[in-house]
């Protein structure tokens, strides 16, 4: 028995669980899998102790748990565990349609068995664990009819930025600095004789976006589910400024406004005339910090710059530039959907140029990475990051006393 096999079950039996409504948490799961490093993984009954005890915490749980745990193993004897290649537990295609049972009808009446109808509901349930692994899944790798799957969950996603303290204040009745001039003005109304004490607490806001999105030929297996990305904080979020970028910038949202997804990205490809081209991202963060800076960059927004670093231009224009860009921001943010593999080091030449002025950066691959995006702006600090220098070392990692973080 391989250690490769088990861990299967384990995770399998796992996501039968909780597609059952039963709150397993990943801690159980690391729970389970030690263990099972201290009983007999042959032996049924073991096997069920070690995982009731680890993977369930309330009693109403537990007859969900002795449903799932003898359809899951139902055909797992100590021989197939012992056997090479453990038995894959078949999970069809699409939910089985079970018999009706006729009011008043026992199970006799039906001819069929309980056991039987058990293992047909939990087998139905199975079917849609497949959205878990589309979310781990490299965007490069969907097929068409994942990508209209992608975009659906990305349309569920929540987007709430962390607030900003504006300039302004507003009236409150029970906390902040004291409002003399309303105490003034209710005074002079109730003959001199101040009646009522009044206060302004800061007023907040969602702090503003600008989104960046590289749209090279080297991006070419992204930038259409990015797209989709952008179109989904457009629609979801108030103050959001998109461009698309390739050798020259182009504004795109008022196209993104379109409420089809489809209908926007084909837009966007229609009128951006460098789609799938070169890449000069120190001319296009030029052309932004000249003619678009003071429009969208004056209430201190988040700009995220989405791209794989890949740049024919002048480094030392591109280290200008995003220096520059850094300082009109309230944090920069760069999202690179190559970063998702281990072995990525960001050793571009443009990559190597931008790197000093980067706040965070962090990968946009996949689902699960566009969900971390999400939590971090929400619990973003108000405060502004001083500039700082960060270099990347030969290995890719980056070093400095202000290290780049994944907060």
């Known amino acids: 028995m391989t250690e490769g096999h088990i861990s299967q079950h384990i995770v399998g039996f796992v996501h039968l669980l909780r597609s059952m409504g039963v709150r397993v948490g990943t801690g159980n799961l690391v729970d389970f899998a030690e263990a099972l490093t201290y009983v007999t993984v042959t032996d049924r009954e073991a096997l069920h102790d070690a995982a009731l005890c680890t993977l369930i915490a309330k009693a109403d749980d537990l007859p969900i748990f002795e449903s799932a745990f003898a359809f899951y193993f139902r055909r797992l004897s100590a021989l197939d565990l012992q056997a090479t290649n453990l038995p894959v537990i078949h999970i069809p295609q699409r939910p089985l349609r079970l018999p009706r049972r006729k009011p008043g009808a026992n199970d006799d009446e039906t001819g069929e068995n309980p056991d039987d109808l058990e293992e047909q509901k939990v087998g139905a349930t199975m079917v849609y664990s497949g959205s878990e692994t589309l979310r781990t ?87 259409r589910m990015l797209l989709q990305f952008v179109h989904t904080l457009n629609d979801g979020m108030d103050h959001v400024e998109s461009f698309v970028f390739g050798t020259r910038l182009t504004r795109v949202t ?22 799938s081209g070169g890449t000069r991202i120190g001319n296009t963060i030029r052309e932004f910090n000249v003619r678009w800076s003071r429009r969208v960059l004056s ?23 995003m220096a520059r860009l850094q300082r009109s921001c309230h944090r920069l943010i760069w999202l690179n959907p190559l970063l998702g593999n281990p072995r990525y080091q960001p050793l571009t030449q443009g990559m190597v140029a931008a790197m000093p002025y980067i706040d965070q950066f962090i990968p946009v691959h996949n689902l699960v990475s566009i969900e971390q995006l999400g939590s971090m702006l929400a619990t973003m600090p108000d405060v502004k990051r001083s500039p700082r220098r960060v270099s990347a070392s030969p290995r890719g990692h980056l070093n400095n006393e202000h290290q780049v973080s994944h907060e």
């Open 299 to 321: 209430r201190g927004p988040v700009v995220l710059v989405i791209s794989d670093g890949w740049d024919r231009g002048d480094p030392t224009l591109l280290s200008q530039e």
């Open 254 to 275: 008022r196209l993104l406004r379109s409420r089809d997804v489809d209908d926007a990205v084909a837009l966007v490809s229609k009128q951006v005339l460098d789609w």
């Open 137 to 223: 899944r490299d965007f490069g790798s969907y097929s068409h009819d994942e990508v209209q799957q992608a975009r659906d969950m990305m349309r569920r996603m929540k987007w709430r930025p962390a607030l900003r303290r504006t300039r302004r204040s507003r009236r409150d009745k029970r906390r902040g600095v004291i409002d003399l001039r309303s105490i003034m003005r209710s005074s002079m109304r109730s003959a001199g004789e101040p009646l009522h004490m009044s206060y302004r607490s800061p007023r907040y806001r969602r702090r503003p976006l600008v989104v960046l999105c590289d749209i090279s030929g080297s991006m070419d297996r992204y930038s």
